[in-house]
């Protein structure tokens, strides 16, 4: 069985510029997350898929940052425009039901 | 809100031998889930061990073992004949039981294991 990819595996960018960040989840795993770990600091939850409807994302920062997820399936996280606050590891996760989450192996993102 | 700390941001042993990275935690709720993660330098992060609240037995999974202490919060993780293979970064991570079931993690602690 496939793990969770994410794709680029890292990612730099000039401040105001956009990238988005892919994610593709274990097949069936309807649960899908958002987290980024800013360098030496915890790793913060930014939202959750259940299939294509967003349940929570009161952990995104602002504006700047839209994720969707199309048909269920993969996600993505888009940043515009990046600042440099942006820089981090961003991890998805996926899980089948509540018990536990499966994580990717995270894109990390180098806003210049 | 629930916070998890994770207050050694570096650790070391020596090959064989036996370390306990420690966490602690707050919460209001009463049955909530804590884990412990593993991420090897440059790969994803895989669930070392679980600890349901409501069980007052500490979870075991071969050579890693949890010292779960409801009252006093603390949820840290023993490893035993310690491998070169430990060498991670180790994250605490507290997950509720209603909502949205999102992690809520600790900074981390690095382990080293010296041969």
Same mark, same amino acid.
């Given at each position: 069985? =496939?793990?969770?990819?994410?794709?680029?595996?890292?990612?730099?960018? @000039?401040?105001?510029?956009?990238?988005?960040?892919?994610?593709?989840?274990?097949?069936?795993?309807?649960?899908? &997350?958002? &987290?980024?770990?800013?360098?030496?600091?915890?790793?913060?939850?930014?939202?959750?898929?259940?299939? @294509?409807?967003?349940?929570?994302?009161?952990?995104?920062?602002?504006?700047?940052?839209?994720?969707?997820?199309?048909?269920?399936? &993969?996600?993505?996280?888009?940043?515009?425009? =990046? @600042?440099? @606050?942006?820089?981090?590891?961003?991890?998805?996760?996926?899980?089948?039901?509540?018990?536990?989450? &499966?994580?990717?192996?995270?894109?990390?993102?180098?806003?210049? | 809100?629930?916070?998890?700390?994770?207050?050694?941001?570096?650790?070391?042993?020596?090959?064989?031998?036996?370390?306990?990275?420690?966490?602690?935690?707050?919460?209001?709720?009463?049955?909530?889930?804590?884990?412990?993660?593993?991420?090897?330098?440059?790969?994803?992060?895989?669930?070392?061990?679980?600890?349901?609240?409501?069980?007052?037995?500490?979870?075991?999974?071969?050579?890693?073992?949890?010292?779960?202490?409801?009252?006093?919060?603390?949820?840290?993780?023993?490893?035993?004949?310690?491998?070169?293979?430990?060498?991670?970064?180790?994250?605490?991570?507290?997950?509720?039981?209603?909502?949205?079931?999102?992690?809520?993690?600790?900074?981390?602690?690095?382990?080293?294991?010296?041969?």
């Amino acid at each position: 069985e =496939a793990g969770v990819t994410q794709f680029p595996s890292h990612s730099v960018i @000039e401040k105001g510029q956009t990238v988005t960040l892919r994610c593709d989840p274990i097949s069936g795993h309807d649960n899908l &997350y958002w &987290y980024r770990r800013v360098m030496g600091k915890e790793i913060k939850f930014l939202l959750h898929f259940v299939k @294509e409807s967003k349940q929570d994302e009161s952990g995104m920062p602002n504006n700047r940052f839209l994720a969707e997820r199309t048909g269920g399936t &993969y996600s993505t996280l888009k940043v515009q425009p =990046a @600042e440099l @606050e942006d820089s981090g590891v961003y991890f998805c996760a996926s899980s089948q039901d509540f018990y536990e989450q &499966y994580f990717g192996p995270g894109t990390r993102l180098t806003v210049t | 809100a629930q916070t998890v700390t994770q207050s050694q941001p570096e650790m070391s042993v020596q090959e064989a031998e036996t370390v306990t990275l420690s966490c602690t935690y707050d919460t209001s709720e009463s049955d909530y889930y804590l884990f412990w993660y593993k991420q090897p330098p440059s790969r994803q992060m895989i669930l070392v061990i679980r600890q349901e609240a409501y069980k007052q037995q500490n979870a075991t999974e071969n050579r890693f073992s949890v010292n779960f202490q409801k009252a006093a919060k603390s949820f840290s993780l023993k490893i035993s004949d310690s491998q070169l293979g430990d060498a991670a970064m180790y994250f605490c991570a507290y997950r509720g039981t209603s909502g949205t079931y999102k992690y809520i993690f600790g900074t981390g602690t690095r382990l080293k294991v010296l041969a």
